[in-house]
């Protein structure tokens, strides 16, 4: 009685370490896919109950620009420590440290390889989430979950809930040949760029 009940808690420990294994390979294959977007754009709906806003978003080398389109112009660069917000209808800039706002994740989910290092993998027949807990630089908690499509590995969607508000973003039209040159990454006010 007590060989089997050895072999089947052998048995079960190296069932679950081929799954862990499985699944760390899966969470590799996502992290690499996600620091492989260079030179690419695609386009979003952002919800955060409140609002619809629409827009686009591009991944350089080291930055990301995210252009918010509707219902107001609005640009975005980040970069891991410096950002630059401007309004375009207000002609207005601002710059700022994204970890102080709630830009910082689109900086950390496509700029970040280590982000997700000690995420939590959900694996599911044509879908894989990536989800993390942990707490932003003003100390919020936030809990993030991100949707790819599993074959082909696609970003879908993007959940941010912090402080008690869920930001929904779906993500859509990726373009991975983007022609992106380094000054559209600049951060300068772009009525100074013209």
Known sequence: ?????????LIFLIFLSKNVEANEEIKGKILNYLNSLK??????IQNDNQNLSEGKVYVGEKRVRAEYLYPTKILIILDHDKAMYYNY???????FDPKNTNAWFFYDIFRN????????????????????????NEQSEYFIRV????N????????LFLN??????????????E????????????????
């Open 1 to 9: 009685m007590k060989k089997n009940l050895i072999y089947a808690g």
């Open 39 to 44: 030179n690419f754009s695609a386009s979003f």
């Open 89 to 95: 209808e207000l002609e207005e800039d601002e710059f």
């Open 113 to 136: 390889p280590y982000f997700f290092k000690n995420s939590n993998i959900e694996i599911k027949k044509n879908e894989l989430t990536l989800e993390k807990k942990g707490f932003n």
């Open 147 to 150: 949707y790819f499509e599993n």
């Open 152 to 159: 082909p590995l696609i970003l879908r969607k993007i959940d």
């Open 164 to 177: 008690g508000e869920l930001l929904e973003i779906a993500i859509f039209d990726h373009n991975y040949n």
């Open 179 to 194: 022609n992106l040159k380094s000054d559209f990454f600049k951060l300068i006010n772009p009525s100074l760029l013209n």
